[in-house]
C-alpha cells in the first residue's frame, strides 16, 4: 500500500468512526438511499448536525449526493466501500 493510498483509507476510516455518521451510513446503505428530510428524526439529531455529517461523508467518498428540488437525496458509493474492502483483506 502506497502512503497516498494509506492516506485515502485513513480519510475513509476516520469518516466512519462516528456512531451518527456510521448510522447514516447503514441507513442510507439499507433503503438504497436516503433524503436528508428523514434523517433527523431517525438520527435524533438536528437537520444541521445531519447535514455536517453527510458533507463529511460525501467529502470522504462514502456517500454520492443528489439534488432534488429542496432536498438532498444520498447513496452509498459502492466502489468506494468496496476499495475500503479490498485494503482491509
Known amino acids: 500500500m502506497s502512503d497516498d493510498e494509506a492516506d485515502e ?3 475513509v476510516l476516520k469518516a466512519l468512526a462516528d456512531p451518527v455518521r456510521l448510522k447514516l451510513v447503514n441507513i442510507i446503505a439499507e433503503s ?3 433524503c436528508a428530510c428523514d434523517f433527523p428524526d431517525a ?3 438536528s437537520q444541521p448536525t445531519i447535514s455536517h ?3 463529511l461523508l460525501v467529502k470522504a467518498g462514502i456517500l454520492d449526493r443528489e439534488q432534488r428540488g429542496k432536498w438532498a437525496w444520498f447513496r452509498v458509493n459502492e ?3 468496496a476499495a ?3 485494503a482491509l483483506s
Open 79 to 81: 466502489d468506494r466501500l
Open 43 to 45: 438520527i435524533g439529531r
Open 9 to 11: 483509507l485513513v480519510t
Open 53 to 55: 455529517h453527510l458533507g
Open 84 to 86: 475500503v474492502r479490498t
Open 32 to 34: 438504497g438511499e436516503g
